[in-house]
């Protein structure tokens, strides 16, 4: 089994930042499959942020390029998203997940393994 702690999320005014972490543990390494930033606002549907491959190649929504980066520790298995200039249309709860495969999808459905999400609200 996976397992996927995720932490970091918080309040901020727009413009401010946040960086959120998620530890993985179990039998499917975050160094072997790739991972995932999704977030989900109420009403809306889960969608896609960013995500790291196998070979550390990174991937990014439009709306977040320039602003959000996506790393991992292979070391520490652990996954980190930092969030700079943040906007209120960022608000959601983000969540980590890790693929079946070391390549990396847009689709949710491509991820078997999710953490429990963590909320991120910025205000204006």
């Known amino acids: 089994q996976v397992q996927l702690v995720e932490s970091g999320g918080g309040l901020v005014q727009a413009g401010g930042s946040l960086r959120l972490s998620c530890a993985a543990s179990?039998?499917?390494?975050?160094?072997?499959?790739?991972m995932g930033w999704f977030r989900q606002a109420p009403g809306k549907e889960r969608e896609f942020v960013a995500a790291?491959?196998?070979?550390?190649?990174?991937f990014y929504t439009d709306s977040v390029k320039g602003r959000f980066t996506i790393s991992k520790d292979n070391a520490k298995n652990t996954m980190y998203l930092q969030m700079n200039s943040l906007k209120p249309e960022d608000t959601a709860v983000y969540y980590c997940?890790?693929?079946?495969?070391?390549?990396?999808?847009?689709?949710?459905?491509?991820?078997?393994?999710w953490g429990q999400g963590t909320q991120v609200t910025v205000s204006s």
């Open positions: 997940a890790v693929a079946r495969n070391p390549q990396y999808s847009t689709n949710r459905e491509w991820y078997p393994y």
């Open positions: 179990g039998r499917t390494s975050s160094s072997l499959n790739a």
């Open positions: 790291v491959d196998w070979g550390d190649s990174t």
